[in-house]
């Protein structure tokens, strides 16, 4: 990593990247060097690294769905100095200098860089002169207090402390105790709440979260196929091609389609499945089922139904 008063970090939803000279990846695929939890972003979508003047440069890597420099798509690669705001898909990235080494405005790499203007020399600044302090003169000790004179014994009640009732068939007798059993009560709503409230939260959350990604890979499938084939099950891929390598050249001789209409996504635990409608390339007006089984935490595709049977 960078020396600590040179170059730049990046902040990625709380976690703070360190940019080094060796060039580091950022995307959704495990072999990236920062993995983001991202549907929208492609498996390797930028990378970054440190420049010599203490810039880095960052590079889009032919992502689906782009790279924005405060606010502006790019083209290949830029410098950044410190102070951007990137975005890639639906994350957001701070860009933050680490030292005095990263200056000047961002600009497209192999632009020349801007020279600032010479620093003026701030005034100095005048000191007070220095005081002696007076040594306080010393206190004298403080007078002794009397002792407190010990409290004589209360005295017990006859025949001993009070005993602790006992309530026959252990419930206390009307007007008295009582409380516990509004304590459970409100226990028991307090669970019900938690588990309305985490049902809600695998709804509106965890669901919407596995449909974007099925959806996603429902579209690479047509449109991306060489990428798609990191998200095809190792039974399905060894039926169709025999391992991911095969896919790829498989993939690389194909004319992908120009887009997908992804619809009725339905899900069953660790199995999956979702409505597709191809437009253009080799599989053009093919539709059907796409079948999705959960491998890992992630959703692959395991199996094709045409409607053409």
Not at 48 to 54: A, F, I, K, Q
Not at 214 to 233: G, Q
Request: charged letters at 25%; proline letters at 10%.
């Amino acid at each position: 990593m960078l020396a600590a008063d040179v170059g730049i970090q990046l902040k990625i939803g709380g976690q703070v990247v360190e940019v080094g000279a060796d060039e580091q990846t950022i995307g959704r695929e495990q072999t990236c060097n920062v993995v983001v939890a991202d549907s929208e972003i492609s498996r390797e979508h930028v990378s970054v690294r440190l420049l010599p003047d203490g810039r880095a440069e960052l590079r889009d890597l032919g992502s689906s769905n782009g790279t924005f420099v405060n606010g502006v798509r790019i083209q290949g690669s830029v410098a950044l100095a410190g102070g951007e705001q990137v975005r890639i898909g639906q994350t957001d990235i701070e860009v933050v200098s680490a030292g005095p080494a990263a200056g000047g405005a961002t600009v497209v790499a192999g632009a020349p860089s801007p020279k600032p203007p010479p620093a003026e020399a701030a005034p100095a600044t005048p000191q007070p002169p220095t005081v002696e302090q007076t040594p306080a003169a010393p206190q004298p000790p403080a007078p002794p207090q009397p002792p407190v004179p010990p409290q004589p014994p209360q005295p017990l009640r006859p025949g001993g402390p009070a005993p602790t009732p006992q309530y026959v068939g252990g419930q206390p007798p009307q007007g008295q105790g009582g409380g516990s059993g509004k304590l459970i009560g409100a226990i028991v709503a307090a669970v019900l709440v938690l588990v309305l409230a985490g049902g809600a939260v695998y709804w509106f959350v965890i669901r919407e979260t596995d449909e974007e990604q099925i959806t996603t890979v429902s579209e690479e499938l047509f449109t991306e196929p060489e990428e798609a084939c990191a998200s095809i099950s190792e039974e399905f891929l060894e039926d169709l091609f025999e391992d991911e390598e095969g896919c790829r050249e498989s993939a690389e001789e194909e004319d992908p389609a120009d887009s997908v209409d992804v619809s009725d996504v339905e899900i069953d635990g660790d199995e999956a499945t979702s409505k597709v409608e191809v437009d253009g390339g080799d599989s053009d007006s093919t539709a059907g089922e796409v079948e999705f089984i959960k491998e890992d935490g992630e959703w692959k595709a395991d199996g094709f139904n045409s409607d053409a049977g």
